[in-house]
């Protein structure tokens, strides 16, 4: 290990427990919502509209 990765994981060790605030719960499941719609429209798209393309 390098002196750097040491000195990160020892401050990763001193660092507090910070629970997310709500806005940051709300954002992530935002996030995930609309990442895992965007994925199912996209392989519906690719899968019954260009059925030519697999």
Do not use: C, D, R
């Amino acid at each position: 290990m390098g002196e750097n990765e040491v000195k990160f994981h020892e401050e990763i060790q001193k660092m507090e427990y910070e629970p997310l605030e709500p806005a940051e719960i709300s954002l992530v499941k935002w996030s995930l919502g609309l990442g895992v719609t965007l994925l199912v429209l996209l392989f519906v798209v690719s899968k019954f509209l260009l059925p030519g393309v697999h």
